[in-house]
């Protein structure tokens, strides 16, 4: 584990809770630096397939953010993630492997489903924090080529943010990036109101 207890706290602050989910996150954050350099010295890329918490640890220990457009997230609701460095042009795809998921196991799926829907019992909560705690410290204390099966990128690192134009909708009035809008009986539309007159059903 490269990071210390303390930027572990920062990141345990920075989302609100510790989970599964956010060790997971902090692990392959760990593999970005590994396999591409730190933070500090490379311009870093982050695609992400999944918005759960471990996205959260992404952002804040590789500087990668929505802002700066070099969070990429694709809802592909796959725990896998990307990282480029544009420096270099290396780029990884690394996915969390089947069998890790599959440790953690149907039991605490179900639990987490009846913890959600607020029909735990006394003793499902228990087991059911139980087998959190143990499948974030496993994810914690595991090799990261016993968490994550590593490919090449299957693509080149997404090209920087641009700067476009903001048109004003011709429905609403409201200015949308000129990139984000679309053309419609001759009109230039945001994506609400496209939606709303194109709408099908």
Not at 107 to 114: C, D, I, P, T, V
């Amino acid at each position: 584990m490269r990071y210390s207890a303390e930027t572990i706290d920062r990141v345990i602050d920075f989302h609100g809770h510790v989970c599964p989910g956010l060790a997971i996150g902090i692990r392959v954050s760990e593999l970005a630096g590994e396999q591409l350099g730190p933070p500090e010295s490379t311009d870093l890329v982050a695609v992400v397939e999944t918005d759960m918490c471990g996205v959260d640890a992404v952002q804040f220990l590789t500087g990668c953010t929505f802002g700066k457009g070099t969070l990429i997230h694709k809802d592909h609701g796959k725990m896998a993630f990307s990282f480029f460095d544009r420096n270099t042009g290396k780029g990884f795809r690394a996915r969390l492997r089947p069998e890790v998921q599959n440790k953690m196991g149907a039991e605490l799926g179900a639990l987490m489903k009846k913890w959600a829907a607020g029909t735990l019992t006394a003793e499902e909560k228990q087991r059911c924090e139980q087998m959190r705690e143990q499948a974030q410290q496993y994810t914690m204390d595991a090799p990261l080529s016993e968490l994550f099966d590593v490919a090449p990128a299957a693509a080149l690192a997404p090209r920087p943010a641009r700067i476009l134009d903001s048109l004003a909708c011709e429905r609403c009035g409201e200015m949308a990036m000129e990139s984000r809008t679309r053309r419609f009986a001759g009109q230039t539309l945001c994506i609400p109101c496209f939606e709303e007159i194109e709408q099908k059903i």
